[in-house]
């Protein structure tokens, strides 16, 4: 190898570092195991289905992109662009209760132009960090009305969501938002009233729910009720995920999946594909991934400088838990199915974007811890 040659790759990687030394070295390891194991599951599940890796490949690289640019934006700017960020978000709510394109029964999106967004994806970031900066704003008197006024800040945006509907998405913000609360302060006694009356309206909710999200929670209670129809997909999840045994049945070697009796089996049922490939072992390596990206982000919100940090890191780091969790719970039959990817894991280019923004605010949080003011 010639000494030009070896100048030249040292050149390179000069020019090259300032631009990398944004990423977080230890949560990029782990987004890169997660986004390869991605890779490997997704060509399995999508054998049959052209395109999809490519489309795949694309939206890694613009997650990749939208981690960088928000890596680079400061947490001072962050608070400047709250406010504007969430009530531009509310509003594009708004405007699609009142004209929003209909899709498979829902009204989520937006046609602007010649695309059709979806909003709600913009209020898991928005919203947390809105009620962040707010708390930052009275960080020297908060009062229970404070409190008041941030759980107004996010039952707005949950409830917009909520009425689409778009259960998965408003149960995200919910768990992003409450986690601002919680981590400003909130007591535990407030907490324990919330959860009763919470509790006493759940007769009154099931009143209002759609009837398919009614059949939702009745095929997590018992999906052979109904075993050939609303219980069919459930049924063959769980399958899939216990033939899988020990070590699972080998890449690309899933018979449910390629037989085609998951369903969604490269969004949000993809969890039912690996495990049914790669087993028990398999799933805990993937456990193990999802508890370092967590651990992570919380070591990122215990070192932030700053109020609003600690508050948006420990909300961003729920989030990713929240997307697991749920995900992972729905596919294995102990929680009732709603529409929640697999962090990191399922196709879908709205969902990876929202996780590259994430991953690039908890790697400015990082970056930045000395330079922030308390």
């Known amino acids: 190898m010639s000494r030009t040659y070896i100048n030249e790759r040292r050149s390179l990687w000069r020019r090259a570092k300032p631009y990398l030394a944004v990423f977080d070295p230890p949560l990029m390891i782990i987004i890169l195991m997660l986004l390869s194991t991605s890779l490997l599951t997704l060509y399995s599940a999508s054998i049959g289905i052209p395109g999809k890796i490519e489309d795949h490949l694309r939206n890694m690289l613009l997650c990749f992109f939208v981690m ?100 998965g998405t408003a149960l995200l913000v919910v768990a992003a938002g409450f986690t601002v609360i919680f981590l400003a302060g909130l007591s535990w006694k407030v907490m324990a009233g919330l959860f009763l009356v919470v509790a006493c309206y759940l007769p009154i909710a099931w009143s209002h729910l759609h009837d398919y999200q009614r059949d939702r929670v009745m095929m997590l209670i018992d999906p052979t009720k109904d075993p050939l129809g609303k219980g069919f997909h459930i049924i063959q999840s769980i399958i899939a995920i ?81 997307y697991a969790f749920v995900n992972m719970g729905m596919v294995s039959g102990i929680l009732p199915v709603v529409g929640v990817p697999l962090p990191f894991l399922s196709y879908g280019g709205t969902a990876l974007l929202t996780l590259g923004v994430a991953s690039g605010i908890l790697m400015s949080i990082q970056r930045h811890r000395k330079l922030v003011q308390t």
């Open 242 to 322: 216990g033939s899988g045994g020990m070590t699972g049945k080998g890449w690309t070697h899933g018979t449910q999946a390629h037989l085609e009796f998951v369903p969604e089996r490269t969004t949000d049922f993809i969890f039912a594909v690996y495990s049914e490939e790669f087993g028990l072992v398999g799933n805990l390596i993937l456990m193990l991934m999802y508890l370092l990206l967590v651990g992570r982000g919380l070591m990122i919100a215990a070192n932030a400088p700053s109020f609003f940090t600690r508050l948006l890191a420990g909300a961003i780091t729920m989030i990713f838990f929240t």
């Open 68 to 167: 960088w640019v928000a890596a680079n934006v400061t947490p001072q700017m962050m608070m400047r662009i709250a406010v504007p960020a969430y009530t531009v978000s509310v509003l594009l709510l708004v405007a699609v209760a009142l004209f929003g394109t209909i899709k498979l029964g829902a009204r989520r999106w937006l046609h602007i132009g010649v695309i059709d967004i979806q909003p709600s994806e913009f209020l898991k970031i928005a919203t947390p960090l809105m009620l962040a900066w707010f708390f930052q704003q009275n960080a020297g008197a908060l009062r229970w009305k404070s409190f008041a006024v941030a759980a107004v800040l996010l039952l707005v945006p949950v409830y917009l969501i909520a009425r689409q509907p778009d259960l």
